[in-house]
């Protein structure tokens, strides 16, 4: 195949008035993303201006869309590599500059571990975490109520009353807190990867490291990225089963919404994706909080099922490994155990902003099966590589690593780069790991386990290692396989979709370098274009310019004690859920073309719903209209304590679709209408659904142990902020639990409720 008929990217071979006319673009552009994110313009404004089309495109007008027919560019599909440039969308920037940074010249720094505060309800925290919001006024900040003075707000933004309370507060009390802050970009002054200096390529953690994507790049501007802490590397949660965790998020960005360097949103909601909670601590869309607030999120850390299954706690394959080495057993189902998750801002309407500049963190989960120790040997640890140094007998990181995969783009300054007006997705030019450049990694010949996710905003990742050498794929999402699967090469890793693979180093030998290889090329953000082979990748021909290596391993010494981990042939065996009737069936369309009904209840107070917007994208449900979102309007409510059997299916137009379920994983029943089409590698329980172009998904999941309000929605985050997301919501019919619940409105003043605008004829 030929890989010169791109033209997504612009060459740097391009020529330079090509390049000036692209730059050009690119500001223009950002000045209207700059007023749409301060919300200076709306997406109805854009349309009638003729800034973009009805349907979301980026109108074809030059010197706002570099790849509009004009002298400099063809207006065919010719390929970049001279220049010319196709009619197709673009990112619309010139090449990212690299500053004269050679790949592979820094060091991977490992995860941010953070600190574990004791005692959370008796001191650990102030104020204390309670079950009902904390109510107590503050003054508000002018900015976030338009000037006015003298108006005051609570001090935390989770909505009030029973209601939104806590579930489980008191047979869940918080053990153990974490305390973070959204900020704006700092440098890091208190650096604990938990793992000694050797094991992290030498890195010295009292050495304070600035917001820099690579050393030799700038430093990034205050408001330029908005990371946990306002810092890197990216931050990391470690949670054991049976151990509740409170964590309480500061908002502390500019309460000036212009205050954000052209791009994201000042408000937040906190996603721990795919935590088994009640729905106040799910991160809802629509449940966000200002700058000023914190937001106390209980995880209780349960196995899902504990109220039906093994309610005494005997089995101690549902278990917590305790800091003797031992088992602490818990209620639930063992094999609903999970281990890889992730949290990230959910904010409605503007979360691939928000994601995309850096409000996305990584949580280890333990359990006595994957305890994160490999020399204990008790029966039931599976002894994933992980080392055992830390003397805590759990959640030892010495090999075991956390991976954050994205790709990144810079402004000719340096500064991080977005295009919001790239509506079937935005793709970056750079790729980094764990918030760096192209960095190396070195290893012990032996095997390690690495945690990968996907955190791009719209990209599709596919690997291999560069020699063509086997790895070991031992989970998929948050949750272990049933059995192990090994892969020369990785199946496509959708956005938010986190991948667990062990690589045995010791086949290599000291000196040795090896390297991690993405195949997947992208032509635009609708999906990857083509699958290559490892030789085509690293020849250099694709004309996306994060096709090929992207983490350099070096193999640098033995280990200094034996390796005693292991990969078992058997791993976490699904549930059985023969025996569960299945109470219900029904059907979502992820597509285009949505429309975006008034409200029932008082179309005067809102032209789009309370939480509603039109946009590009949009969701059927059981056959009905395709609707853009309305985080008022309830579309499925499945009871509490049933489960059901759902169809996802792709409408069309050559997109993929990775869809996330809130709440609760699933199993694949069918691919495509058969079980056949389902591969080894799929058969664990999932979160995020690859529908493929005109494909679809059958899966089966129970809605249990919590109740509230949830969504489901497209997770290339560009189509979900345009509108490709559903609230649905589990009940039991009684307080609090109204049927059905009334929408959270937020305001910097507190929290309002209203009824939903919408109620699908077949919902309930």
Same mark, same amino acid.
């Given at each position: 195949m030929s890989h010169n008929e791109d033209g997504f990217f612009l060459s740097e071979k391009a020529s330079k008035a090509r390049l000036r006319e692209a730059e050009n673009a690119r500001k223009n552009r950002a000045e209207i993303v700059k007023a749409f994110s301060q919300g200076k313009v709306t997406r109805r404004e854009l349309v009638k201006w003729g800034l973009i089309t009805s349907g979301g495109l980026l109108a074809p007008i030059h010197g706002l869309n570099p790849f509009v027919n004009s002298a400099l560019a063809s207006t065919g599909s010719g390929g970049n590599t001279a220049g010319n440039i196709g009619t197709g969308i673009p990112t619309g920037a010139p090449p990212s500059p690299t500053f004269g940074v050679q790949p592979f010249s820094t060091p991977m720094p490992r995860f941010d571990v953070a600190k574990r505060i004791p005692n959370p309800l008796t001191g650990g925290l102030t104020p204390v975490p309670q079950a009902e919001a904390n109510q107590t006024q503050q003054p508000l900040d002018p900015a976030l109520v338009n000037g006015q003075t003298g108006l005051t707000g609570p001090v935390e933004g989770r909505p009030g009353g029973p209601i939104w309370a806590h579930q489980g507060f008191g047979d869940h009390a918080p053990q153990v807190g974490f305390e973070c802050t959204q900020a704006q970009a700092t440098t890091n002054t208190t650096y604990n990867p938990a793992v000694a200096s050797n094991l992290n390529s030498g890195i010295d953690p009292t050495t304070p490291i600035p917001l820099k994507f690579h050393p030799g790049f700038p430093t990034q501007n205050p408001n330029s990225v908005w990371t946990f802490n306002g810092t890197i590397p990216p931050y990391l949660v470690q949670g054991r089963y049976g151990e509740p965790i409170l964590l309480r998020h500061h908002n502390r960005l500019p309460a000036d919404v212009t205050q954000n360097n052209g791009f994201e949103r000042n408000t937040i909601s906190t996603h721990e994706h795919n935590g088994h909670h009640g729905a106040e601590n799910d991160g809802f869309t629509g449940a966000f909080f200002f700058p000023n607030q914190f937001y106390d999120y209980h995880w209780p850390i349960v196995l899902a099922g504990f109220r039906s299954v093994n309610t005494t706690a005997t089995d101690p394959r549902a278990g917590s490994p305790a800091d003797n080495g031992g088992i602490n057993k818990v209620p639930g189902d063992?094999?609903?155990?999970?281990?890889?998750?992730?949290?990230?801002?959910?904010?409605?309407?503007?979360?691939?902003?928000?994601?995309?500049?850096?409000?996305?963190?990584?949580?280890?989960?333990?359990?006595?099966?994957?305890?994160?120790?490999?020399?204990?040997?008790?029966?039931?640890? &599976?002894?994933?590589?992980?080392?055992?140094?830390?003397?805590?007998?759990?959640?030892?990181l010495d090999y075991d690593v956390n991976l954050m995969f994205n790709e990144k783009a810079f402004d000719a300054s340096g500064q991080l780069f977005m295009d919001i007006f790239q509506f079937d997705g935005f793709l970056g030019d750079l790729m980094?790991?764990?918030?760096?450049?192209?960095?190396?990694?070195?290893?012990?010949?032996?095997?390690?386990?690495?945690?990968?996710?996907?955190?791009?905003?719209?990209?599709?990742?596919?690997?291999?290692?560069?020699?063509?050498?086997?790895?070991?794929?031992?989970?998929?999402?948050?949750? &272990?396989?049933?059995?192990?699967v090994v892969q020369a090469i990785s199946d496509e890793q959708g956005i938010a979709e986190r991948y667990d693979w062990v690589i045995d180093f010791s086949r290599y030998s000291i000196g040795d370098k090896v390297w991690m290889v993405n195949t997947a090329e992208h032509k635009d953000g609708k999906k990857p274009s083509a699958d290559l082979t490892i030789a085509q990748a690293l020849s250099g021909q694709s004309t996306d310019p994060c096709v090929g290596k992207f983490l350099e391993f070096r193999i640098v010494r033995n280990p200094a004690t034996p390796d005693v981990s292991q990969v078992p042939s058997v791993l976490i065996p699904n549930p059985d859920l023969s025996s569960i009737p299945v109470a219900r069936q029904r059907t979502f369309t992820f597509g285009s073309g949505a429309s975006q009904p008034l409200p029932a209840s008082d179309p005067a107070a809102f032209t789009t719903g309370a939480g509603g917007f039109k946009g590009q994208w949009g969701v059927s449900t059981d056959n009905g209209p395709m609707l853009n979102a309305s985080f008022g309007r309830l579309s499925a409510a499945p009871r509490f304590g049933t489960r059901e059997v759902w169809t996802l299916q792709n409408g069309g137009g050559g997109w993929d679709h990775p869809i996330h379920i809130h709440f609760e994983e699933g199993q694949i029943l069918a691919r495509n209408g058969s079980a056949a089409n389902v591969p080894a590698w799929e058969k664990g329980r999932k979160d995020v659904y690859r529908l493929r172009p005109g494909g679809s998904v059958t899966l089966t999941m129970q809605f249990r142990d919590w109740g509230g309000m949830f969504m489901e929605h497209c997770h290339n985050t560009v189509h979900e902020d345009n509108a490709m997301l559903v609230r649905w919501e589990i009940d039991d019919g009684g307080a609090p639990f109204l049927r059905p619940l009334p929408t959270p409105i937020a305001t910097p003043q507190g929290v309002t409720f209203v009824q939903p605008d919408n109620i699908a004829p077949t919902a309930l």
């Open positions: 063992w094999r609903e155990t999970m281990s890889t998750h992730w949290f990230h801002d959910h904010m409605f309407s503007f979360t691939s902003q928000n994601v995309y500049k850096g409000n996305a963190a990584m949580f280890n989960l333990y359990s006595s099966l994957d305890r994160g120790d490999e020399t204990v040997n008790d029966g039931v640890n &599976l002894r994933l590589p992980s080392g055992s140094s830390n003397g805590k007998g759990w959640g030892n980094c790991v764990n918030l760096t450049y192209k960095p190396f990694f070195e290893v012990e010949r032996r095997k390690y386990r690495f945690r990968i996710l996907n955190a791009s905003v719209s990209r599709f990742f596919k690997y291999g290692l560069s020699d063509g050498s086997p790895m070991i794929q031992i989970a998929n999402d948050g949750n &272990l396989l049933p059995t192990p």
